[in-house]
T-cell receptor, first 112, second 111 residues
Framework: NAGVTQTPKFQVLKTGQSMTLQCAQDMNHNSMYWYRQDPGMGLRLIYYSASEGTTDKGEVPNGYNVSRLNKREFSLRLESAAPSQTSVYFC???????????FGSGTRLTVV | DAKTTQPTSMDCAEGRAANLPCNHSTISGNEYVYWYRQIHSQGPQYIIHGLKNNETNEMASLIITEDRKSSTLILPHATLRDTAVYYCIVRVGHRDDKIIFGKGTRLHILP
């Protein structure tokens, strides 16, 4: 099925551990995005990539790094996880035909 | 800056039309109105978008006022599966304009 695939779906980390959240899309979209969503709140943009080889900061980039490995894949890395990074992380890609976003199903991350 | 204003929550009876309002009084001439929804625990889903004409697709209709300062998303025959948070967003619609989400409207469909 065409769409945005995120892995893992769930993860528990200890404070200070590192991990990479993976995102891949098979729709040949140029732009990709990482958002986080905390309980009862809307989505906040962490980083985005307008095209392969480019990345830019969003609203809440501190504590994260990203890599646009190729056109399909856009990963989000937490170098030293903190409890404040407990959240649900969503990856999205943009359909250039209507500039609508397709979102993945999310990664639920808990940092203890 | 919040570009849109939506009610925090709304109720609608199953089978009736759900009308979700959105105010965007500072919208620019080149900004589109987009609607997304997020069903519990899922990623947001694109519904519809428009510039100034009314739009309809298989999911919903979008009515934009003539002055473009407000719009209404219409779900013609709401079902329980339409229970979700609905986000109204204005954006230029090119790759350099990211989506900034607000709090949205929590729509409850009542059986």
């Amino acid at each position: 099925n065409a769409g945005v695939t995120q892995t893992p779906k769930f993860q528990v980390l200890k404070t200070g551990q590192s991990m990479t959240l993976q995102c891949a899309q098979d729709m040949n979209h140029n732009s990709m995005y990482w958002y986080r969503q905390d309980p009862g709140m809307g989505l906040r943009l962490i980083y985005y990539s307008a095209s392969e080889g480019t990345t830019d900061k969003g609203e809440v980039p501190n504590g994260y790094n990203v890599s646009r490995l190729n056109k399909r894949e856009f990963s989000l890395r937490l170098e030293s996880a903190a409890p404040s990074q407990t959240s649900v992380y969503f990856c999205a890609s943009e359909n250039r035909a209507n500039y609508g976003y397709t979102f993945g199903s999310g990664t639920r991350l808990t940092v203890v | 800056d919040a570009k849109t204003t939506q009610p925090t929550s709304m109720d609608c009876a199953e089978g009736r039309a759900a009308n979700l309002p959105c105010n965007h009084s500072t919208i620019s001439g080149n900004e589109y109105v987009y609607w997304y929804r997020q069903i519990h625990s899922q990623g947001p889903q694109y519904i519809i978008h428009g510039l100034k004409n009314n739009e309809t697709n298989e999911m919903a209709s979008l009515i934009i006022t003539e002055d473009r300062k407000s719009s209404t998303l219409i779900l013609p025959h709401a079902t329980l599966r339409d229970t979700a948070v609905y986000y109204c967003i204005v954006r230029v619609g090119h790759r350099d304009d990211k989506i900034i989400f607000g709090k949205g409207t929590r729509l409850h469909i009542l059986p």
